[in-house]
């Protein structure tokens, strides 16, 4: 069955360290790849897209990388804040439907 | 207003009410999205609106009941819930058709709690 996986522990690291955090799948052959930021009792806020012809893309500190061989896909923050802190999902398009998967999410938690 | 938003943000109902969530989106997007999202829990899409018209149902109980009176509104009618249907309901809203990369809008969230 088709699966998405990110580590379901929370991940703890130093302020002005890289982040990286790990979104696993099985199943699936997705054009994209797609990363969410969650705060606390709030919805997901869009942060980046990878296509499946794209081995890496970057937004200021974010970086986002496909792995079409491995399936897998790697968020890193770069220089990570206090404010970085927040639970991040990944989503994959579902079957050429349009419609998005999401995996459950890894929180993480950057320390002054 | 702008983006998404969601109305009532906290709800409380008894197993016997009826209650309403409303959505509306100010994005000019054609679809639109409900989705549960329970602790510890990956989301989980219920209901798809594409240009008014509903193109997805996944299992959903019928005690949750969608209506999409237009592009720009989304409303989710609860009658009879389960303790179990507490959860933080989120919509959603995308631009589809022009591009496959469905970069989704999210509201806020409604966080129901059934007593």
């Known amino acids: 069955s088709q699966k998405i996986e990110q580590n379901s522990e929370a991940l703890n690291i130093q302020e002005g360290k890289t982040a990286t955090l790990t979104c696993n799948y099985t199943?699936?052959?997705?054009?994209?790849l797609q990363w969410y930021r969650q705060d606390p009792g709030r919805g997901p806020v869009f942060l980046l897209l990878?296509?499946?012809?794209?081995k890496e893309k970057r937004k200021e500190r974010l970086k986002v990388t496909f792995d079409t061989t491995l399936k897998q896909s790697l968020f890193h923050i770069t220089a990570s804040q206090p404010a970085d802190s927040a639970t991040y999902l990944c989503?994959?398009?579902?079957?050429?439907?349009?419609?998005?998967?999401f995996g459950q999410g890894t929180t993480l938690q950057v320390k002054p | 207003e702008t983006g998404v938003t969601q109305t009532p943000r906290h709800l409380v109902m008894g197993m016997t009410n009826k209650k309403s969530l409303k959505c509306e989106q100010h994005l000019g997007h054609n679809a639109m999205y409900w989705y549960k999202q329970s602790a510890k829990k990956p989301l989980e899409l219920m209901f798809v609106?594409?240009?008014?018209?509903?193109?997805e149902n996944n299992s959903v109980p019928s005690r949750f009941s969608p209506e999409c009176p237009n592009s720009s509104h989304l409303f989710l009618h609860l009658h009879t819930l389960q303790p179990e249907d507490s959860a933080l309901y989120l919509c959603a809203s995308s631009q589809v058709g022009t591009s496959r990369y469905n970069e989704q809008f999210f509201g806020p969230g409604t966080r129901l709690t059934v007593l």
């Open positions: 609106y594409n240009f008014k018209e509903q193109t």
């Open positions: 199943n699936y052959s997705p054009a994209y």
């Open positions: 990878i296509r499946e012809n794209e």
């Open positions: 989503a994959l398009e579902s079957s050429n439907t349009g419609k998005l998967i």
